[in-house]
């Protein structure tokens, strides 16, 4: 049954996979060779820890560079009549950052992240299928360098949005190699993502430690499960979309009939909708974890949270359609009520979160203050989600600035604040080093300040008659003064990241060493093994402790505390 | 009922029950920071399934309150099939990279422009009190037509004809936008809307009959 041979004096010495399958020989010999910490060990390895920091450390530096083309686009909108960029710079520019931070930023650190913490959560030594996570790896980087080079294909990058509406994205109305790069680098990115979560599915339902039932699993795990799920549910459709897309690139004389163009928005939606959960559950899953750790007690409404997840995620499937209402070729009250019904679940997650610290004592981290934030950030995206699955308010405002107000609250002061409570708050564990404390209090308090101050305006100029998507916009309509106020926010952000970097920077230059739980507080089983964890994620010298609850450690905690006292 | 008097009673209702549970949230996380301080230990309990349960149906009870309103409203928009009431002024609208044509057919008028940055923008008259339907479509990509006076947008396919309807009681002139984001221009892409009187809206067409306005 000992499947691994080590050198004596190795912590692995005693490593027994209980219960598990043996280690295959491939891993054993692989595991070797990445003992070596070079660079080459590093990007070939089948670690399922090493692919995940690979893939959140790669959508990091994309975050930064999508990140800067949104400041570049703040600069041109600052005043009416910019003319700091050329209105095609400017299309080129929200393409490029939008479809970068939603393909190559925020779903790979969605993803990687699941990849990282599933396994040391359920007490599996590996993923399922590490090769498999280690090819989606580098197709996603395959994915990013066509993204690159479609950028700077200098007769044409891409410049049709996002979601690339037919047919203004075919090979008539945007000709030039450039579309055609993005396309395939929407793919690969996608698919990508989609194998890796397949991945993680199979690892979380089938290579649970003993007692690892599923409903002790980790409140994260369980929003890595769902996301997994919509992930292999829904990419799909973005790859038969992009594969129209292509077709209708070739020749674009093939689909001159209405149906293509709005089967287009339906199969891009169908994929489209569910990847803004994707992009957001992982983090949800952050944000409990930390307010249980953080407030010194289990997670509250475990059982219902986990129902609500699951719920979400099923409903998740049937409420695309409310991005079309206002093509008069969609069902608009059935996607109302389905949408609309979403904010059940969504209610049951915000119990827990209140639950939780409701009967918490509080501990000030910066992981927490991220994941305070989070709450009422959030809440406002949320809220103003339902304003939007209304059809006659959709009527006035898609395709205006409350729509890129909304969805900034909801993927920035959502999503990304709960990425940054889980980065602050594993970043100890996952390296070994721990981050600093006022640099990360600085971070967080540019960070609130420049996201409230650059979004909150754009819900009144959307409001007011601003559509999104243009370059510029006419003096004398009442826009300049909060636009600029728009933009001064988005500086700041700017800073708040750099200080971020700079934290980054700092520790890894003083290595200050984390030990096995430096917040005292971890209650999954990642805190039980080192920091870094081995190889397996648990050894001799660390066992996986009995599992008795979706909070072992605290169990553990609890009890010895009963004991001596 | 039209457009904008429906969406502003929508708008405030939702408006006030987000600002409510906003509100709600914000108070319950005061309160878990203030009572944080006084405690020494963190409560132990972890579910509280009864209070959990009668959560969800209060949930679902204002989920489907809203969704209703939600319904309602919608229908409320609708063109009425009632046959009753002035016959309605029809007009064409044609959407094109990067501008606007309005055709009416019954007086053979042709309206349209450049748009060129943001100048020649042409204007979509109409007469007040008398129901405007409109049949849009595209000549080349998905464009949209949003009047933000009117609370009200609707999207131009080629290949495909949308139609709506809206009345203007008072006299007016309106900035009217592309809201689908469509190639190059699409930031220069407006139009006016003009809502003159009866009166100066015949004079208007029988002055233009057969012709192109540019
Ligand atoms: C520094 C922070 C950011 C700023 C200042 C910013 C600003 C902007 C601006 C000005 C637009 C163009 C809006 C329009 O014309 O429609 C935009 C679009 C967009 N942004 Fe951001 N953004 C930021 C961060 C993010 C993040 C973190 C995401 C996360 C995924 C994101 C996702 C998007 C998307 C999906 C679009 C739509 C692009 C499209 O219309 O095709 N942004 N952003
Ligand atoms: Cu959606
Ligand atoms: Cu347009």
């Known amino acids: ?565 | 009922m039209p457009y904008r008097p429906t969406f502003d009673s929508e708008f405030a209702l939702e408006l006030i029950i987000a600002a409510v549970i906003f509100g709600i949230v914000v108070l319950l996380m005061v309160y878990a920071l203030l009572q944080s301080r006084r405690r020494t230990e963190p409560s132990q309990r972890s579910e509280a399934k009864g209070l959990e349960r009668t959560y969800v149906l209060v949930l679902i009870g204002l989920a489907g309150f809203i969704l209703s309103t939600s319904l309602i409203s919608n229908a409320d928009v609708q063109p009425s099939r009632a046959a009753d009431g002035p016959k309605p002024l029809v007009v064409q609208v044609n959407a094109f990279q990067w501008c606007w044509r309005f055709t009416y057919p019954t007086r053979h008028i042709v309206v349209t422009g450049t748009c060129i940055q943001g100048h020649d923008l042409p204007t979509l008259v109409v007469p007040t009190g008398r129901p405007v339907r409109i049949h849009l479509t595209s000549d080349d990509v998905v464009h949209e037509w949003w009047v933000p006076h009117l609370r009200y947008k609707e999207e131009a396919f080629p290949n495909w004809t949308n139609t709506f309807q809206f009345t203007l009681s008072s006299k007016g002139d309106w900035i009217g936008r592309c809201s689908e984001f469509c190639g190059l221009f699409h930031s220069f892409m407006d139009f006016h809307l003009e809502a003159v009187s009866p009166q100066q809206y015949r004079q208007w067409s029988s002055q233009h009959a057969g012709t192109t306005l540019t």
């Not at chain 1, 699951?310 to 079309?324: E, Y």
């Not at chain 1, 809220?383 to 059809?391: D, F, Q, S, V």
């Not at chain 1, 990304?416 to 721990?434: D, E, H, M, R, S």
Request: aromatic share 14%; proline share 7%; charged share 10%.
């Open chain 1, 1 to 565: 049954m000992t499947a691994i041979t080590r050198e004596p004096g190795d912590p692995g010495d005693s490593f027994e996979p209980r219960d598990v399958e043996p280690l295959p020989p491939g891993e054993i010999a692989a595991a070797r060779f990445e003992r070596d910490k070079g660079l080459l060990a590093w990007v070939t390895s089948t670690d399922h820890k090493r692919i995940g920091i690979l893939t959140m450390a790669t959508s990091l530096v994309f975050l930064c560079t999508f990140g800067i083309l949104a400041l570049i686009m703040r600069t041109q909108l600052a005043q009416p009549n910019g003319k700091v960029i050329s209105p095609g710079a400017y299309n080129e520019l929200f393409t490029l950052h939008g479809s970068g931070m939603i393909f190559l930023v925020l779903t790979p650190l969605a993803i990687g992240l699941c990849l990282y913490l599933v396994p040391l959560q359920i007490g599996a030594p590996m993923v399922a299928a590490p090769r498999l996570c280690l090819f989606s790896y580098w197709l996603y980087v395959a994915g990013a360098i066509v993204f690159l080079l479609s950028a700077t294909t200098v007769t044409a990058p891409p410049d049709a949005g996002w979601y690339a509406y037919m047919p203004l994205s075919d090979g008539q109305y945007t000709p030039g190699v450039g579309m055609s790069l993005w396309i395939l680098a929407s793919m690969l990115a996608v698919g990508a993502m989609m194998l890796m979560a397949g991945a993680v599915l199979w690892t979380a339902l089938r290579m649970r430690a003993p007692g690892m039932s599923l409903m002790r699993m980790s409140v994260f795990t369980w929003s890595a499960v769902v996301t997994c799920l919509m992930t292999v549910a829904s990419f799909p459709s973005l790859i038969g979309a992009m594969g129209l897309q292509w077709v209708g690139r070739v020749d674009p004389n093939l689909f001159t009939h209405d149906s293509w163009d709005i089967a287009y928005q339906y199969l891009f939606w169908f994929y489209g909708h569910p990847v803004v959960y994707v992009m957001f559950f992982p983090f949800v899953g952050c944000v409990a974890e930390v307010l249980a750790a953080f407030t010194g007690r289990k997670y509250f409404g475990y059982s219902f949270t986990v129902y609500a997840l699951l719920a979400f995620a099923a409903g998740s499937m049937a409420v695309f359609g409310h991005h079309t209402f206002t093509t008069g070729q969609t069902a608009n009250d059935y996607f109302s009520v389905t949408s609309i019904m979403l904010s059940v679940p969504a209610g049951v997650e915000y119990f827990g979160f209140l639950g939780t610290l409701m009967g918490g004592r509080i501990r000030a981290t910066v992981p927490m203050l991220f994941a305070l934030a989070f709450i009422p950030q959030f809440l406002i995206g949320g809220l103003t989600g339902i304003m939007l699955a209304t059809p006659v308010l959709d009527y006035h405002f898609h395709g205006s600035y409350f729509v890129v107000a909304h969805f900034h609250y909801t993927l920035f002061a959502g999503s990304l604040f709960g990425a940054f409570a889980g980065l602050y708050y594993w970043f100890p564990k996952a390296t070994g080093i721990v981050l600093s404390e006022p640099l990360g209090r600085l971070n967080f308090v540019l960070m609130v300040i420049g996201t409230n101050v650059t979004f909150l305006p754009m819900f009144f100029y959307g409001f007011d008659g601003l559509p999104r998507r243009v370059a510029t916009y006419p003096a004398g309509a009442g826009f300049g003064t909060l636009n600029l106020i728009s933009t001064v926010g988005a500086f700041i952000i700017g800073l708040s990241v750099m200080v971020f970097v700079f934290n980054l920077a700092r520790s890894a230059i003083l290595r200050r060493p984390a030990g096995d739980d430096p917040w005292g507080a971890g209650q999954t089983l990642e805190w039980a093994t080192s920091s870094p964890p081995p190889r397996f994620n648990f050894d001799g010298a660390h066992p996986i402790p009995p599992i008795k609850s979706h909070a072992p450690l605290l169990d553990l905690r609890q009890r010895s505390g009963a004991s001596s006292g």
